[in-house]
């Protein structure tokens, strides 16, 4: 019933930015809590950053004054914007987006994006 995309990886050379995107979709009737999740190669996925519906955010300390996380409530869509990228950042990138649907009953959905590949080059 709901969808999200993600968009905006790829590769950069370290010092460099990129911004990801992700786009929720569907029988939306709230969304509430949205975040960034990365999981780097043999370790587990980990919180970047969240960010709740008033727009309060959190970030984890190694990403503190490098990223960005933001949304836009009209468009149900989630964006990161990493500056000053570093080795450390290299990983899949995975966006968290939860919400109630509209349906008869109201209920609350977590969905997950596919993934996309952040790469930094030395």
């Known amino acids: 019933q709901v969808q999200v995309v993600e968009s905006g990886g790829g590769l950069v050379q370290a010092g460099g930015s990129l911004r990801l995107s992700c786009a929720a979709s569907?029988?939306?009737?709230?969304?509430?809590?949205m975040g960034w999740y990365r999981q780097a190669p043999g370790k587990e996925r980990e919180l970047v950053a969240g960010i709740n519906s008033g727009g309060g955010t959190n970030y984890a300390d190694s990403v503190k004054g490098r990223f960005t996380i933001s949304r836009d409530n009209a468009k149900n869509t989630l964006y990161l914007q990493m500056n000053s990228l570093n080795s450390e950042d290299i990983a899949v990138y995975y966006c968290n987006v939860q919400g109630v649907v509209a349906s008869l009953w109201y209920k609350s959905f977590e969905v997950w994006g596919q993934g996309t590949l952040v790469t930094v080059s030395s």
């Open positions: 569907g029988n939306i009737f709230r969304i509430n809590a």
